[in-house]
């Protein structure tokens, strides 16, 4: 058990490194069976090169008859048609008045394997469609909110103007409504201060500017872009459907 797990291990690493264990243990025969059986040309050239690095030899002669051993039992119309239906190549290595019944199912198998590709590849662009079919339907949910707001500036605050003074009265009363009245003339007189020599006088300050309103969602025309994305998508993925039923 442990040389055929041995045996298996160099079949799989393919030209990886054979190590000196493997090649002191190796069951020759054995491992000529499972390149033969596994489609392989006979490497008896490709294991002696490798042990002959550690100074270790093959026993070839083993290793041939295990070969032809393998390869009888590849060379089958039933071994054809697994081996092309794996997707495997074919490396020419079968011979003799079986050769055309082991072609032609080894086709079979290859072309169920090319068709089986080809349908998971169909498979899986319907994924990729139906992934982006559904994020546009996302983006359609949006409502759109059109701007009805105008940009509006608030207007600065009026100058206070003092009222016109009330007529002159007699006595105490009077007086002083005279003088508010004097006061009030003569400070609406008086220039506005100026400002520094290097810096003019300020001006009113004006309102703030009403923030622009923007509008929310998808407008109509990024929603007739989308629309026609989505059906783009959604003829694509109608063809796919037909092509998988061609291949039932």
């Known amino acids: 058990m442990r040389v055929l797990i041995l045996a298996l291990a160099a079949l ?6 054979v190590t000196a264990e493997q090649c002191a243990t190796m069951n020759w025969h054995q ?8 489609g392989l040309v006979a490497r008896s050239g490709y294991w002696l090169s490798q042990c002959r690095e550690y100074d270790i030899g093959i026993d070839q002669s083993a290793y041939s008859q295990g070969w ?8 089958t119309p039933a071994q054809g048609y ?6 495997h190549s074919y490396q020419g290595v079968c011979q003799g008045p079986g050769l055309q019944a082991f072609l032609d199912s080894y086709q079979r198998g290859h072309q169920l394997f090319e068709r089986n590709q080809y349908r998971q590849s169909l498979q899986n662009r319907q994924q990729e469609l139906r992934r ?9 949910q949006t409502p759109y909110v059109p701007c009805t707001r105008q940009v509006a500036f608030s207007a600065p ?9 009330a007529p002159a009265s007699k006595g105490v009363v009077g007086r002083l409504a005279l003088e508010v009245a004097q ?7 008086k220039p506005d201060k100026p400002g520094r020599p290097d810096q003019p006088g300020k ?13 929310q969602g998808l407008d109509p025309q990024a929603r007739r872009e989308l629309l026609w994305q989505r059906q783009q998508l959604s003829d694509e993925l109608m063809h796919l459907d037909d092509l998988l039923l061609e291949l039932l």
């Open 12 to 17: 799989l690493s393919g030209c990886a490194a």
């Open 31 to 38: 491992q000529g069976v499972n390149d033969g059986f596994n």
């Open 68 to 75: 032809a051993q393998g390869n009888g039992q590849y060379c």
């Open 82 to 87: 697994r081996h092309g239906s794996q997707g």
């Open 132 to 140: 982006r079919m559904a994020d546009l339907d996302r983006q359609l």
């Open 157 to 165: 605050p009026a100058r206070l103007q003092p009222s016109p003074a």
């Open 183 to 189: 006061k009030a003339k003569d400070q609406q007189g």
């Open 203 to 215: 001006p009113d300050k004006p309102g703030k500017p009403a923030k622009p309103c923007q509008p």
